[in-house]
């Protein structure tokens, strides 16, 4: 079974509607982080929790907000979805050891907003 | 703003020969990764290097840093057709590492049959 996993892996929405992204992971791990990747723009850190009560803002947070319900789950939410949030996210867990942040992620769900 | 620029944007060899991609930055960084990502998925850790490190070795996977320089490369020797994927490298600054990586926008390799 995979450590992490992404629900949907693909997502079809109109403009406006509030769109849900989940993420489970097995890994036991305390730090989440959300991804969007968008053609030739590579990765870009949306929000990251390192527990339960702590979630902090990434680089592009805004239109977005996320729920840490537990330490395994980590959920994405569009408010209102719009149409160049259309992109590939991404989920990815780490634990850092003296100061290695290697992360490990999800498969990825692909969200196209009409 | 992008922390890590990977040059070139896309590489083209053929198979068995060797393929070499680097990474630029710009701040102080405590660690630099590189990560794998085939067509559509998930990225995968290939291999990190401290910053207090110069060079280092995972298989076929050779990867060297230059603090000085702001740079790092990743060497892939005796290419094979799986290795067709985009390559990422990623920085978690000095100081930080507590809100995620930067990742560059990546190398698209492709190996010819």
């Known amino acids: 079974d995979a450590d992490v996993t992404q629900t949907p892996r693909n997502r079809i929405t109109k403009t406006g509607k509030r769109i849900m992204l989940e993420c489970s992971q097995t890994?036991?791990?305390?730090?989440m982080y959300w991804y969007r990747q968008d053609p030739g723009l590579g990765l870009r850190l949306i929000y990251y929790?390192?527990?339960?009560?702590?979630?902090n803002k990434g680089e592009i947070s805004d239109g977005y907000s996320v729920s840490r319900q537990a330490q395994a789950k980590f959920s994405l939410s569009l408010e209102s979805a719009i149409p160049n949030q259309t992109a590939l996210y991404f989920c990815a867990t780490s634990d850092p050891i003296a100061g290695v942040n290697e992360q490990f992620f999800g498969p990825g769900t692909r969200l196209t907003v009409l | 703003s992008q922390q890590g620029e990977e040059d070139p944007q896309a590489l083209s060899i053929q198979e068995g020969e060797n393929a070499t991609m680097n990474c630029s930055y710009k701040?102080?960084?405590?660690?630099l990764q590189w990560y794998r990502q085939n067509s559509g998925r998930g990225l995968v850790h290939l291999i990190l290097?401290?910053?207090?490190?110069r060079e280092k070795h995972s298989g076929r996977l050779r990867v060297t840093l230059d603090t000085s320089k702001k740079s790092s490369s990743l060497l892939i020797t005796a290419s094979r057709a799986a290795d067709t994927a985009s390559y990422f490298c990623a920085t978690a600054v000095s100081g930080g590492g507590a809100d995620g990586l930067t990742f560059g926008k990546g190398t698209h390799l492709i190996i010819q049959p």
């Open positions: 290097i401290r910053s207090n490190e």
């Open positions: 701040t102080s960084i405590n660690n």
């Open positions: 929790s390192f527990d339960v009560k702590d979630i």
């Open positions: 890994k036991g791990h305390d730090r």
